[in-house]
């Protein structure tokens, strides 16, 4: 987003004032508001409940990190323009991009921001969580695509790594059983008919998806993890189509699936490479709010393998 290392894995540890911490911990305050807001009674649409306040509190932190970066970007866009040069989009982050763009109003851009901030940190951190888990949990698995991803050098492009079949088929896995956005909603525009209900225009509307991923009629052995059921192309793409949409579907859908796949490639190719991963500890499940958070704590073990 911004073209810049932000230093959350910086092996010094981080400093609880350090600007990394502040953002971390504002993500994740936010997204425990959120997730408090979202279930049982919408309170907070009356009077400001104390996860209300909590929520703001943790977006007006990220707000004003975000406006830093905002007016950074701006800075630089202007004194290419002083200097009368055109940037190349390659060296530009998403946010120059976005600046420069006629379909993003400037007014909206604080809120896109914090949107794909709240929503990518979240799916993202969740995806890499279970694959890592059920990697670590299934060791032949970890090893077979150990073999696949060995097969290529040490500095991989994006068309490499989205060309391992067998890495994208363990992420569809991973994400078919733990899908981090387990609900989907929506607000009916025409009445419906589903199974002989009638749903009226105008009805707020919760979708499980991760009920229909983990159904038997669509996925033999259905709660198991088996990435082998992804390989033929054929099966693939008819189980592909609703019975599992974890970036869901249509004109909501996730604008960053590509992007997600790739950070998910990128960070696996990049661990497996370096280390064996184990997990020895009970099972760990997910809660079905509309962002999930695994159940408990994801205490891996990474075992170098020079
Ligand atoms: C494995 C990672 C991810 C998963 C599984 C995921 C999944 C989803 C899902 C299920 C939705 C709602 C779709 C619907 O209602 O039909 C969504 C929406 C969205 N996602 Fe993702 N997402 C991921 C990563 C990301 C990342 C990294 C970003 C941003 C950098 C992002 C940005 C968005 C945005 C902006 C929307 C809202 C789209 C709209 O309301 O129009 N997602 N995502």
């Known amino acids: 987003m911004f073209n810049r290392h932000i230093g959350f894995l910086d092996p010094r540890g981080l400093s609880s004032t350090s600007e990394p911490a502040v953002m971390l911990e504002s993500l ?63 060296d530009m982050s998403l946010l120059e991009r976005f600046l420069l763009s006629e379909a993003v109003l400037p007014e909206d851009m604080q809120t896109i921001l914090l949107d794909m901030m709240l929503i990518g940190v979240n799916t993202t951190s969740h995806a890499v969580a279970f694959l890592l888990y059920h990697l670590a949990r299934f060791p032949r698995t970890q090893q077979k695509l150990y073999d696949e991803i060995k097969t290529l050098p040490a500095k991989v492009d994006k068309n490499m790594l989205t060309s391992l079949p067998y890495l994208k088929a363990c992420i569809q896995e991973s994400l ?7 609900i989907l ?28 991923s983990l159904r038997e009629e669509h996925f033999e052995d259905a709660l198991k993890f088996k ?12 189980m592909e189509s609703m019975a599992t949409i974890p970036f869901g579907h249509g004109a ?26 184990e997990y020895h500890y009970g099972d760990i499940g997910s809660t079905n709010t509309l962002i999930a958070s695994p159940s408990r704590a994801l205490k891996f073990r990474f075992v170098d393998r020079s």
């Open 28 to 90: 994740s305050g936010a997204t425990n508001a959120i997730r408090k807001c979202e279930s049982g009674l919408h309170l907070w649409k009356f009077f400001e409940t104390p996860s209300w306040k909590s929520l703001v509190m943790h977006c007006d932190t990220i707000d004003n990190i975000l406006t830093k970066y905002i007016r950074k970007a701006q800075d630089k866009l202007r004194e290419y323009k002083n200097k009368g040069l055109e940037p190349k989009p390659e």
């Open 176 to 182: 078919r059983l733990q899908p981090p956005m387990p």
């Open 185 to 212: 909603n929506r607000i009916l525009t025409k009445d419906i008919s589903v199974h002989g209900y009638k749903i009226p225009k105008g009805t707020y509307m919760l979708i499980a998806t991760k009920l229909s």
């Open 227 to 238: 990435p082998e059921r992804w390989m033929h192309p054929e099966i693939g793409k008819e």
């Open 252 to 277: 909501k859908a996730c604008l960053a699936k590509d992007l997600a796949e790739v950070e998910l490639s990128l960070l696996i190719y990049k661990l497996l490479r370096k280390f064996r991963v």
